[in-house]
């Protein structure tokens, strides 16, 4: 898929972004809005999962960081899943270790992504999320 081709798919689907740390969201978010236009922000797992319970349409992809205050990624993903098993959910971490890995899989995150994004590995993802949606 060409970055055109991309860029038009992506306009289309509904993001929730959640990132506790101001900075990384903010240059995150920047980059984000280059590919989606309706991107609903949360600045932690709990806020996370009221957006996604309460949003009246649903979302098509989430994207979120795991350690955060007041509730973490996993838990949030966890929940989310009690409700939703088809939203794609990548994680993006700083974590490398393998057992790490296996608990995201097991909460059910479909992606992970290690920080700092690699552009070309962000559009390639993106790419593949976007084919399976």
């Known amino acids: 898929m ?13 993001l929730l972004y959640v ?9 995150t978010l920047g980059m984000l809005e280059s590919f989606f236009s309706d991107i609903v922000v949360a600045v932690d797992g709990e806020d996370g999962l009221d957006k996604f319970n309460s949003s ?3 979302f098509d992809i989430i994207i979120t960081d ?8 996993l838990e949030m993903i966890g929940k989310i899943r009690e ?3 088809k939203v794609y ?7 490398k270790e ?3 890995f296996k608990e995201s899989m097991s909460v059910g995150a479909n992606e992970i992504m290690l920080k700092p994004i690699e552009i070309d590995k962000f559009l390639s993802l993106l790419s593949s999320l976007c084919e399976k949606i």
């Open 56 to 58: 009246k349409k649903s």
């Open 98 to 100: 393998s057992g790490y």
């Open 83 to 85: 409700k939703d098993d």
């Open 2 to 14: 060409d970055i055109n081709e991309l860029v038009s798919t992506t306009q289309t689907l509904r």
């Open 19 to 27: 990132e506790d740390n101001l900075d990384a969201r903010e240059s």
């Open 89 to 95: 959910i990548v994680i993006i971490s700083a974590h």
């Open 66 to 73: 795991v350690n955060m205050p007041k509730m973490n990624g």
